[in-house]
């Protein structure tokens, strides 16, 4: 059978009050990206040939960075200048949507958990031509009460959606909840919602009333179900945590799955692109910004923090090592304890093992950066770089002053601060040369005892 043609609408108009943000509530992060950002990631596997993005007036933003979460949805955002409901909502995709034949899925876009699996089980239960007009995904929540029941005939159809606040007693014990998703007929989808009439206890348009009316135009309306966590919207802070925390778990085991070993998952925080490499190992309390590319056969010890960073097989990171964006770390090379590395290439079998900073550097194949060692790239205007070549040994508590150039198999003796060319295989020493006066600490001592004993003395007489 041909694939059916997928069209997607997305209700994100809503303000989110309750978050008590300055930002649209589908921006907010979760596990590195933009809920509405997870919304369209999810979607994005069916190839919908089109995606109408409801938004309120002045929520640009959440149409640019859904845009930015994947490059391959078409997306069309519509401005819904007046909440009215959910119905009003998808309403407003009809031009959008013009012309369009297929299969027409509305979903929330305050739903970041939502998974592809079930958005595809969804469209084929809406495939062949016995399949009902209207398909809702149905779930069942451990607290109903906010959410909308519904009501099953006894030919297992669904028969009507009745909100919480217009439910009988008698209905408000319905366990089955509309999850909010739903996939329609394109052929009917606008002629009910145009049916749609706000008579209900929130003087609303409820995108739910289409089951009812599709019933009583004779069309058959069914559901699946799916499990609840899928649905979890945010709607406060302390939802977009749980979110985070559902989130967090799902990558783990995803990252588990594929071989990686986490020593502890449940203080590894792991981003929506976090890639880690079979046999790569990761400490207790790692957490990983976006854009992190792990090798396999990687050890990184506890306590670190990677983001923006790729680390080749058989390097070894941390503990307590910081990588931000820009790093490269090579085959087999090391960053030790307090290492921040930015910017910056270390190449194959480099080793920085204790507290340095490199930014906008090269540490070339083999070369050996000492404790302390510091790459002075700012000047309070402009970054320059730092090139030390392959094999060089850089001394402790070393500050090389960019641009500069340390050549192959150079040394750097410790404690230099270098602010010219070191040429290849040869030593720099560029610091105060060490002077020893004989016996000065010992008379320095004596002196100093001497003049101790006066002054107690002399108090001890006033
Ligand atoms: C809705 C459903 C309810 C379901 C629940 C699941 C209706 C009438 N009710 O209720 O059956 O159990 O979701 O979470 O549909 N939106 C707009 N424009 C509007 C109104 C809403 O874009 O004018 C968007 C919101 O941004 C949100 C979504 O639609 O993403 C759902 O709206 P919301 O007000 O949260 O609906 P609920 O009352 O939760
Ligand atoms: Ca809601």
Known sequence: MKKPDIAVIVLAAGLGTRMKSDRPKVLHKIAGRSIIGHVMAAIAPLAP??????????????????GA???????????????????HAALQAQKALAGFVGEVLILTGDTPLMTTAMLERLVAARSGPEAPAVIDVGMRVPDPNPYGRMVVGADNGLERIVEMRDATPQERKIDLCNSGVFAVDSRH??????????????????????????????????????????????????????????????????????????????????????KLGPDATVGPSVIFGPGVEVAGGVEILGFCHIEGASIAKGARIGPFARLRPGAEIG??????????IKNARVEAGAKVNHLAYIGDARVGARANVGAGTITCNYDGFVKAFTDIGEGAFIGSNSALVAPVKIGAGAIVAAGAVITRDVPPDALAVARGRQEDKSGWAKTFRAKRAAEKAKTAKRSHKD
Not at 49 to 66: F, K, N, W
Not at 77 to 83: A, C, D, G, L, M
Not at 331 to 340: D, I, L, M, P, T
């Open 331 to 340: 085959e087999n090379a090391h960053v030790g304890n307090f290492v921040e």
């Open 49 to 66: 040939s089109r995606v109408a993005l409801i938004v309120g007036p002045e929520m640009d933003d959440v149409a640019a960075a859904a």
């Open 189 to 274: 989808l606008f002629d009910l919602l145009g049916q749609v009439r706000p008579d209900n206890a929130k003087n609303e348009y409820y995108l739910t009333d289409i089951v009812g009316l599709a019933r009583r135009a004779g069309l058959a309306c069914g559901y699946i179900e799916a499990p609840h966590e899928e649905f979890i919207g945010i709607n406060s802070r302390a939802e977009l945590a749980m979110a985070e925390g559902f989130m967090q778990a799902r990558l783990r085991l995803a990252a588990m799955a594929a071989g990686a070993t986490l020593t502890d998952p449940s203080t590894v925080w792991l981003s929506h692109d976090t």
């Open 69 to 87: 979460a994947t490059k391959d949805l078409r997306i069309t955002p519509v401005v819904q200048r007046e909440r009215k409901g959910t119905g």
